[in-house]
């Protein structure tokens, strides 16, 4: 173990002797070798007859009024992309870390793969702040339930496909038979309690004792809100991310943080190994 991943040991082992939680927060990038792109390459582009897309313009309330049945065929493809995909071994780490820590245990995901909870999270230790792909709920709001993409849509999707009139009228609100939208937050959207945890995650960021970030680039607001909170209360913080960003920039401001410049599958898993110890090691024989 280089040096600093020691440090990043030792600063959550003495966040356990205190009281508070053990905070992560991922992002794209703890999905990446998993083969699921982030949103800083070229790979989410789409194309819709002349044009191509970007994510962040199809990822909008805008595209879904003005193209529904585009938007969905490029979720259920991104869908299908990340049901193909498996965890990895730094998904892996952070359900021994959970399974070791309890209720000292939190994480905080803008990832909409769903890896997290087929990794083996809870559900009630995870908040996906973002949604997720695997999830659907009314276009119009006529309530804030949200219920599984109907299972006649499959679980494939090739890209360019287009959805049939009959696919269609299966995305359909079941309570009040509006449309549908995939429950993700939109670029052009805004966070709330009972939809996205907003307050939860705030509250959250005041509990922390260790804020553990990895593979997010800081670019959206909650995260960067949790960020500064935790860093206003100069609580330790470890970056694992192959690119210094806002959150590597706040840990060299925080006394007792550390940047760990590399790849989550290069620092997760050994991070979690040595914070855990014999209860890692129990865990896996079992
Ligand atoms: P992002 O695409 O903006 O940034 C990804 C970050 O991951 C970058 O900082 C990059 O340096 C880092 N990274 C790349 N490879 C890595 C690796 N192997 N290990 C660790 N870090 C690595 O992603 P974001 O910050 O999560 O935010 C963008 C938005 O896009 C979010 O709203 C998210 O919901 C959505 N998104 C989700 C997924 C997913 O669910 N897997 C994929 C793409 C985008």
Redo the contacts with the bound molecule.
Sequence with gaps: MSGKSSQAASLVKNALAEDGLILVLT???????SG?????GPE?YWTIGSRNYS?MELATRTAFDSMPEHVWSWYLNRRAF?HAASPNPAHAALVELEQALGDRFLLIT????G?HLRAGNSSSRTFQI?GCLDLIRCSEECSSAVYPVPEELGTTWEEGRELTAAELRLLRCPKCKALARPHV?WFDEYYDEARFRFESSLRAADKAAAFLV???????SL?LQIGERVAKRRTSMIV????P?PFSALATQVPRSVFLEG???EYVPALVETVCGDRVGKHRTN
Excluded: M, W, Y
């Design positions: 992002g794209a990038g703890i999905s990446a070798e699921i792109p982030t949103f800083r989410g994510p990340c803008q990832n909409v793969d890896l973002h937050l990895i593979g997010t680039s800081g670019a959206t995260p694992v991310n192959p690119e960003n790849k989550a599958g």
